[in-house]
């Protein structure tokens, strides 16, 4: 796969440096980085080799540089929140997140040799109970983030009302929604999209659930098969999970597609009566197939546990997950 070139252009030696050092340690981005500290040592560089992406201080940026940078050129302003004619983003922040705010702003189309599927490598695995408050969304992160010690996980929220904003004490600017919108409006640059909107925790990728449950009412079963199409072809995920409720379109045909099912489960009479009409709808339905190949998790006493989504790999329930990884995941790539 041919890589990009991002180049950026700063006076300040080492904040060049130390942002190139972080892009370059990216592996999973296409990009080739190119430093220079001066308007003069980059027009010679670009008289050689075509820039897709330039990084420039707001004091060496002029109008003449689009005479010789045929990509797109993103300046790094100092000031927040300034109004700006170009394209810019706000110099003084992380590096990850000048990088989420650059691919989120870049157009270019997805990278050569990305519009093969891997063979089926990604596999989906699938949660989902009729029985509320059964841990499910807790069960679900805390097996994403152990499986991520050993694989590379996406874990993906479809509840209405997740709450995870709250619980991580931090405030998303997009999330699934925009995603399946650059799946519909802009699939030629959703490699960037997808980059720029994803989270991680711990060694888990997320991507920030919706906020409103009436965006996720409204996409069809075909544009979620069409999403995770476009994540087996663009990323080199090995799980993704999923943390299903009922609220979503073609919900039966979607845990169809998952290799493994996990049904949380209470012993109770109301949960029990629950269980029993969603295996009967499954019958009904013609998706017998799901309810086969459902591992029911009938969660033991939990003493020891953590809702601090730092922690999840810790106590009671990350001990009763590790079994069950052991049990259905050993020997599986």
């Known amino acids: 796969m041919k890589k990009q070139i991002l180049a950026v252009c700063d006076s300040e030696a080492e904040y060049t440096r130390r942002f190139c050092n972080y892009v370059s340690k990216k592996t999973e981005y296409p990009f080739e980085v190119a430093a220079f500290t001066s308007r003069e040592k980059l027009q010679k560089f670009c008289e050689e080799e075509d820039v897709d992406i330039l990084l420039i201080s707001e004091s060496a940026y002029d109008l003449s540089l689009k005479k010789f940078i045929k990509g797109e050129i993103i300046v790094l302003r100092n000031e927040k929140g300034t109004e700006q004619k170009e394209q810019s983003v706000y110099r003084y922040q992380s590096c990850e997140t000048i990088l989420k705010e650059v691919m989120s702003s870049y157009s270019g189309k997805n990278p050569e040799g990305m519009d093969r599927e891997r063979n089926g490598n990604l596999q989906m695995i699938g949660l989902f109970t009729p029985v509320h408050r059964c841990m499910q969304t807790t069960f679900a992160m805390t097996l994403g983030e152990i499986l991520a010690k050993q694989y590379k996980v996406l874990y993906l929220n479809f509840e209405s009302f997740s709450g995870l904003e709250k619980r991580l004490n931090r405030e998303f600017m997009t999330d699934m929604s925009d995603l399946i919108y650059y799946i519909s409006n802009a699939r030629e640059a959703l490699f960037y999209k997808l980059k720029s909107i994803t989270e991680t925790i711990q060694r888990m990728d997320y991507i920030p659930p919706a906020f409103s449950y009436m965006d996720l009412n409204r996409v ?83 003493r020891n546990i953590s809702f601090d989504m730092q922690q999840l790999t810790y106590g009671d329930l990350a001990d009763y997950v590790r079994k069950l990884i052991k049990e259905e995941f050993d020997g599986e790539s």
């Open 220 to 302: 069809t079963l075909q544009q979620w098969i069409l999403l995770f199409r476009e994540l087996e072809k663009l990323t080199s995920y090995d799980y993704l999970i999923l943390d299903l409720s009922d609220n979503i379109q073609g919900l039966f045909d979607i845990l169809r597609m998952c290799k493994k099912v996990f049904t949380m489960v209470r012993e109770d009479d109301m949960a029990r009566s629950k269980l029993y009409q969603y295996e009967r709808l499954l019958e009904r339905t013609d998706f017998q197939d799901v309810w086969k190949k459902t591992r029911q998790c009938r969660l033991p006493l939990i």
